[in-house]
T-cell receptor, first 112, second 113 residues
């Protein structure tokens, strides 16, 4: 119940295209869902996060879509750029806890 | 504001030794969490400290321990190192409670030979 399943493991998108990464969870006690971006040799950087009372959140080219009934959430990167090439992690956090449960990561490559 | 800092950035140790890693959180952040990142297991929660007390612990053996000081700086210690402990150890700091955002440091790359 503590797992967060992330897909795909790797993704190749052409420059200017839309990158979509999906995550699913089981634990209905999760109440905070962040996405992190990690470049080689760096720590994960918080990209965008959403609470389950909101179905969508947009920040610049990054959008989280959240489907509470399906227990799924996804990251959309619009107008993908080569600089977006990185590993992306979804995560979830239980109410009142600080522990983040992470998906396995998606290695995104944007071809120029 | 300065970000989360971790020292050292790289470390090579031998099996059986012990190691101490250090983390300085973002100024004003009192919660510090530690994570282990490996290619096989991904990012896994080790423990969280708040106000010098361990508040939450992940599923790791007792060889992994930590502490937090009154200035919120934190250290984690791994004793009797095993080859499988080779990983990137990440520290994250946050304001406890709302909002929940955790900000990660660059990590310490530990290699056990």
């Amino acid at each position: 119940q503590q797992q967060v399943k992330q897909s795909p493991q790797s993704l190749i998108v052409q420059k200017g295209g839309i990158s979509i990464i999906n995550c699913a969870y089981e634990n209905t006690a999760f109440d905070y869902f962040p996405w992190y971006q990690q470049f080689p040799g760096k720590g994960p950087a918080l990209l965008i996060a959403i609470r389950p009372d909101v179905s969508e959140k947009k920040e610049g080219r990054f959008t989280i879509s959240f489907n509470k009934s399906a227990k799924q959430f996804s990251l959309h990167i619009m107008d993908s750029q080569p600089g977006d090439s990185a590993t992306y992690f979804c995560a979830a956090r239980g109410q009142g806890a600080q522990k983040l449960v992470f998906g396995q990561g998606t290695r995104l490559t944007i071809n120029p | 504001k300065a970000g989360v800092t971790q020292t050292p950035r790289y470390l090579i140790k031998t099996r059986g030794q012990q190691v101490t890693l250090s983390c300085s959180p973002i100024s004003g952040h009192r919660s510090v969490s530690w994570y282990q990142q490996t290619p096989g297991q991904g990012l896994q929660f080790l423990f969280e400290y708040f106000s010098e007390t361990q508040r939450n612990k992940g599923n790791f053996p007792g060889r992994f321990s930590g502490r937090q000081f009154s200035n919120s700086r934190s250290e984690m210690n791994v004793s009797t190192l095993e080859l499988g402990d080779s990983a990137l150890y990440l520290c994250a700091s946050s304001l406890r409670g709302n909002p929940y955002e955790q900000y990660f440091g660059p990590g310490t790359r530990l290699t056990v030979t």
